[in-house]
């Protein structure tokens, strides 16, 4: 059995009886094609028999082997699943089914989606996260960690004391909790002055606000512990789905001078380079070039055989690479995981949405003019197989 991991789900109305799924068969699909849905090979199905207790008699390619309940779908005027109980086999390719369910979806397809010949394009130059770094969960990979850790060791002169730590979910302290919910600065420019533990500006904390009465406390506490200026600037990492996420912190604390504002400046760009160094300790290169099964203006599906991609992409939310057509110079996409099984060859089927921009100027322009004459071909030769068809 193909285990499918779904991970965007298409919207879709149920239909609420048999009958409305045998009439729109009937109706919209008796010179369209009908497909089995997660088969490696696209076998095109055709209904040969609507029987009067509303079974159906299905026909496939004699070579398709299941033991298993199938899934068909076709795309009228939008797309439709339906899903079958085999009843029995009453020869190769031809089974005798029962409707279990179907569903029909709500929006149409927004872009024709077609097959790719081989060797006409590949997909290439994958970068993938080694680890899903699950940073709204705040569970970070030792290797992570490691960096971050490095990081410390390695700017350690910057300040009379400097901290670079995962902002725990379970802290207990104010300072960082309030950080880690909010992802603002702490400054505090003069430890003996009342006056800086208020916000500068709203990108800021108001410690002031924060402690209250016990303010006063914590004055004297940073006073008799020698500390003239502290600083806390938040480590903000952007998810795949372009979320920010304050999830670490870099502090700095100063006995011997007053921190300026330039301070705050400079933590805050060695926040971005950590979170590069992050990217960049955590990301795979693999320039191996696997195939494209099909593709449209808004996503594909991938075939991928190499196993370091299969290991990693099993478990990905998204990855970069680059599509190269046939004497073209390669696009670089984002390409957001939909779907994932494993097909009875061994190959890892990834289905792919294009989102964001890539990070070459005018590259998904590119792309559209490129796969426009494709799309003309393809929808001559899918009027011309009607036509024969209705012939």
Known sequence: ??????????????????????????????????????????????????????????????????????????????????????????????????????????????????????????????????????VSKFNIPTSIKVVLEQFQSANSALADQLKVDVLSIETKDVVLKNIKNTGKTLFVSDCSNVESYSAMTEDFLDLANIYGPDLDKLIKTNVEKGIKSIAIVPVIYITEDERSIPFAYIQVVSKSELFGIDKIIELKEMSFKLVDRIRDANTLMVPVHQEIVDVSRGGAKLKIADPDLMKYLKKSGGFIFDIVFKLQAPMTIYGKIKTVFQGRDGALYVGVDFEGNSSRKDEMKRFYDVLKPMEAEYKANLIKSLKARRG
Do not use: W
Request: one cysteine or more.
């Open 1 to 134: 059995m193909v285990k499918i991991d779904e991970r965007g789900s298409r919207g879709f109305n149920a239909f609420q009886t048999v009958d409305d799924v045998i009439s729109i068969l009937k109706e919209q699909f008796h010179n369209k094609r009908l497909y089995i849905k997660y088969d490696v090979e696209k076998h095109e199905v055709s209904i040969n028999e609507y029987n009067p207790d509303n079974t159906l008699m299905v026909v496939t390619d004699p070579t398709y082997k299941t033991d298993e309940n199938i899934i068909i779908y076709g795309l009228s005027d939008k797309y439709i699943e339906i899903d079958l109980k085999i009843i029995n086999e009453l020869g190769p390719g031809y089974f005798k089914c029962k409707i279990a369910s179907a569903r029909r979806a709500t929006e149409g397809r927004r872009d024709l989606r077609f097959s790719v010949q081989p060797g006409s394009a590949v997909a290439t130059n994958f970068k993938v996260s080694k680890h899903t770094i699950e």
